[in-house]
């Protein structure tokens, strides 16, 4: 049987609150269940809103629910180099293009096209609309050109070019649960196409979400993606990047996520209670636990 590895995922621009314990917890259970490993990665691509102390309490928190990652975390801002070659890559197959259109513009073409028709413009699995121009629109030499002259852009994946490279249905394998951790799981459609253009890079941030998760969790050997129900659709737009850049697919589990009282995803930027006002209170990670109906403790499964 091949290693279970797994990981826990933050960006360092927020207290940590429940959502993350859980996900976190789940993870480091399900890695002492399966002898595996489990590692820390801090998503810190965005160098403007994440901070070290951040950081620095994403590792106390982890201590004080009574989690030990394997190793030293993969600190994302250190790898912009493997991203790069990732993308290069991509751009060398012909599938990335330069757009110059800014926020503003793309909300104005969105807004017409939603007085023109009375209908809401087509939008991705997130809820935001989608890329309303097209790589036509400009010659591949004028986009050159105006990349070259410094004009700002972001880099874009040609959806329509990606596809044709995918070579028929591209699938992922989902466990519905984490018990016995390593069943192959399964196996689910992706549906990239639902997220149009996105984009792989910006000029100030030269990579991406979509991008970096999936170069890293494959320099991670990452076997199993445990990780919240928000980002299941985005598995889709990883999936097809796993195969243009011919990395392998981890399984994944997409679990529950935990909701505030009025039934919201908690979120760093609404401040929902984060874990240090929890710890402050007096609570123990053990009382976590129970909280998120967590058994108080997992042992390895013996082997067979
Ligand atoms: N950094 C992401 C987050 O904090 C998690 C990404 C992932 O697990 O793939 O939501």
Redesign the pocket.
């Given at each position: 049987m091949s290693a279970f590895i797994c990981?826990?995922?933050?960006?360092p621009n927020g207290r940590l609150h429940l959502g993350?314990a859980f996900?976190a917890l789940l993870n480091a259970d399900a890695a002492r269940a399966a002898h595996g490993t489990f590692l820390l990665r801090i998503?810190d691509i965005d160098t403007t809103r994440c901070r070290p102390e951040y950081e620095q309490a994403i590792g106390e928190d982890l201590a004080w629910l009574g989690i030990v990652p394997a190793d030293a975390p993969r600190r994302q801002s250190a790898h912009f180099a493997d991203y790069a070659a990732a993308l290069e890559r991509l751009e060398r197959m012909g599938l990335v293009y330069p757009c110059f259109e800014s926020r503003a513009e793309i909300a104005r073409k969105v807004a017409e096209h939603e007085a023109r028709t009375g209908r809401p413009a087509p939008r991705d699995p997130d809820g935001a609309p989608l890329y309303p121009f097209s790589r036509t629109d400009l010659s591949d030499a004028v986009r050159r050109q105006r990349r070259a002259a410094g004009e700002p852009f972001v880099l874009r994946l040609d959806m329509a070019a990606a596809l044709g490279h995918s070579g028929g249905a591209l699938f992922w394998h989902e466990l519905d649960s984490l018990s016995p951790a390593c069943a192959s799981g399964t196996p689910l459609v992706a549906e990239p196409a639902a997220w149009g253009d996105v984009v792989l890079a910006r000029r100030d941030t030269p990579t991406s979400?979509h991008l970096s998760?999936v170069v890293d969790d494959a320099m991670q050997s990452i076997s199993h993606?445990i990780?919240?129900q928000?980002?299941k659709a985005a598995t889709s737009v990883h999936v097809l990047l796993q195969h243009l850049l011919r990395l392998p697919s981890p399984i994944y589990h997409h679990h529950r996520l935990i909701l505030d009282e009025q039934g919201r995803k908690l979120s760093k930027s609404r401040d929902s209670t984060s874990l240090k006002v929890l710890r402050d209170q007096g609570m123990s990670g053990a009382d976590v636990r129970s909280m998120l109906g967590l058994p108080a403790s997992v042992q390895p499964t013996p082997s067979t």
């Open positions: 990981r826990f995922a933050p960006s993350h996900s998503e979400y998760v993606v990780r919240g928000d980002l």
